[in-house]
Structures are given as C-alpha cells and as structure tokens.
Nanobody, 117 residues
C-alpha cells in the first residue's frame, strides 16, 4: 500500500519560515519524481516545486528564491523549506509522486499552511 504522509504545516507570521516533510512508503522512492502542490480555497491546484530522481529541481515563479525542495532517499522523504512566507502562500500543501513520463500517481492527504499576523 502506497502512502505519502505530509507534516510540518502550521501557522506562521508573514516573513517567517516553515519546513514541510513528506514521507513515502510502499514505493521504490529513489526512482520517483516527487512534487509539492498547493491549493488555496477557490483557487486551482498549482505545482510549487518538484525534484527528480537525479535531484533536478523546478519551482513555480511565485516561490523561486524563497522555497527549496530537497530529498533524502535514505529516509524516503522529501522536504520543502519555505522562507519569507507571504499571506498568498497560505494553502493546503500536498506531496505527490510519479514515475518519469507519467501522470502524478500518488498523493498525500495534505498539510495546512496559514500565513497571518
């Protein structure tokens, strides 16, 4: 059974930082491209950051230079370090996994990020 479990969300003031984690089980983690999506109420889900098995990364323009995605294959875990958070970063953040050339195959349940003073 495949599971992606996110953690690390919470309430943070504007300008603050959070680190999200997503631990995967039931997949050969090292061969999967992993991604972080977010969805705010009334808005479309958007890809925030992704990281390939070769550690190549990509980011949404809105988070470049503020967010950093990383992975630890020994722990089957990816991370999203979020700095200089803005109110518009508030959303549910979801971890996803896919093999090269495929759709996103697996999703986590999400973790909520609230940015407010």
């Amino acid at each position: 059974q495949v599971q992606l479990v996110e953690s690390g969300g919470g309430l943070v003031q504007p300008g603050g930082s959070l680190r999200l984690s997503c631990r995967a089980s039931g997949i050969l983690f090292s061969i999967y491209t992993m991604g972080w999506y977010r969805q705010a109420p009334g808005k479309q889900r958007e890809l925030v950051a992704g990281i390939t098995p070769a550690y190549s990364t990509n980011y949404a323009d809105s988070v470049k230079d503020r967010f950093t995605v990383s992975r630890d294959n020994a722990k089957n875990t990816i991370y999203l370090q979020m700095n200089s958070l803005k109110p518009e970063d508030a959303a549910g953040y979801y971890c996803a996994a896919k093999l090269a050339g495929s759709q996103w195959d697996y999703w986590g349940q999400g973790t909520q990020v609230t940015v407010s003073s």
